[in-house]
């Protein structure tokens, strides 16, 4: 159920997140989710793409790359919605790292993206409750 | 009071100081005799090296001889570390000292009273060089405690009977606070810290001409002649270079005078060679060439034909001064990899070794740049994929670790930068292990 996200370090340097990206870009690969962090040195672009296996072998030419599990839920778009998800997570002391959003295809609705310290745990809790989750599949 | 120049003819010891080249040559041959036979019967380290050699002490008639005895290098101090290389009985020796660095490479050194009373007299004299009198306020802002520089100077300010204000290095405030209210004539330290005192003196709109400093003696790391102009511009002194290490004793082997031409060295005590690195040959004053020391007179730790690995040239040409003591200049590089650091002594290797001890791999640079007169280091180091994490407080967690590894083994901490592989420069195959953009000689 998991979806694979890809962490790339990206070196405190002039066109360096561009450089990965193109490099993504010209093997046809699309990017369905993004999100930065940095730090003062570096940064690390999280993405979720459409081929994951093929996106790391290019990457790890240039840069680190490391594939994680992370838990996407689909999000209605009503008031509350993210505090529902998380108060799941919370209930059970699973662990949130960080989380991101993104949207997809046509459906305005956001999907939201978390990166837990327990996988399994938070996507049998989120399933019981009655959350969409996506799926690899589905990317 | 501003401006009390150093009158040509002030020496602390101006029989010696000004000996004739003979004079001074009848000393050198009678010390070394003696101190060779003192090394063969009382450091069996040496012994057997001369041994080896097939040189016996009665070789040695003249320091014209030295060259006959076995060269002594850092590696024979790591191997004889504590005590192999000590020429007298512990009880006869009152401190040690030690240089910066690490356990693999740290030096100690041995001194009986008279071992510090010869250390602090050349210290004595490079401040009466520098203009220093009984009348003088020394503010000495080296480092104390087993780094020489403190103690060193600390001891040649007793001896020519200055007001001796032990700062030790740091705390800028406190420095300045003290070289106005207690109105210090000649300071020493480091001259980047020198530096970094003026220009903190330059913001808070002290002038130049408003502090009562004259002179400067600036050691322990390399300078430059620009540097130089710059200090005694922000502090309104004339800046006075001072050379030593702590295998010799500390600062005071040579020092300059007025005519800032380079560095006397005290030939009474030290006897100087110019080698050939490669084969050890000595080569003609003049010629650039590693510079090899022979304590003529020290007890605890004698040591003979020392490689600083310094390189440097030797000059006798007359000097103004009316010392007659042969001249060094400024050290122009190294014949090893040793990079010296906000006055530490650094070798790659150590950077190598704590990567390796960290579970690093041995793909590093280091980068050593000057900014604002102060030295940087910055190390970038190649992470492997199974190190990676994708959190950003992970990797920088790794950093701070490192960091701190990194600061117990060099004395100094440098800044690290985890990076992907392959991202350290190689050039034809071999990475460049250290990139020194600090314009130094």
Redesign the interface.
Known sequence: MAVKQLSVFIENKKGQMAEAVKKIADSKINIRAMSVADSRDFGILRLIVTDTEKAKELLSEDTLVKVSDVVAVKMEDIEGSLYGILKVLEDASVNVEYSYSFTAGKTPAPYVVFRVDDVAAAEKLLTDKGFCLISESEI | MKGVQNNMGNYYQPEIETASREEILRIQNEKIVKQVKHVYENVEYYRNLMDQKGVKPEDIKTVDDIKKLPFLTKADLRDAYPYGLLGTDLKNCVRIQSTSGTTGKRVVAFYTQADVDLWEECCARAIVAAGGTNEDVVQVAYGYGLFTGGPGLNGGSHKVGCLTLPMSSGNTERQIQFIQDLSATILCCTPSYAAFIGETMAEKGIKPEENTLKAGIFGAEPWTEEMRQSIQKSLGIKAYDIYGLTETSGPGVSFECEEQTGMHINEDHFYAEIIDPETGEVLPEGTMGELVFTALDKEAFPLLRYRTRDLCILTRKKCSCGRTHVKMCKPMGRSDDMLIIRGVNVFPSQVETVLLNEGYTPNYQILVDRKNNTDTMDINVE?T?EQ?????GD??AM?KALEGAMRTMLGIGPKI?????K?VVRSEGKAVRVIDNRKLH
Do not use: A, G, N, T
Request: net charge negative.
């Open positions: 992470l994929p990676f994490s994708d959190r950003v990797v920088e950093e930068h985890l990076l992907p592989p991202s």
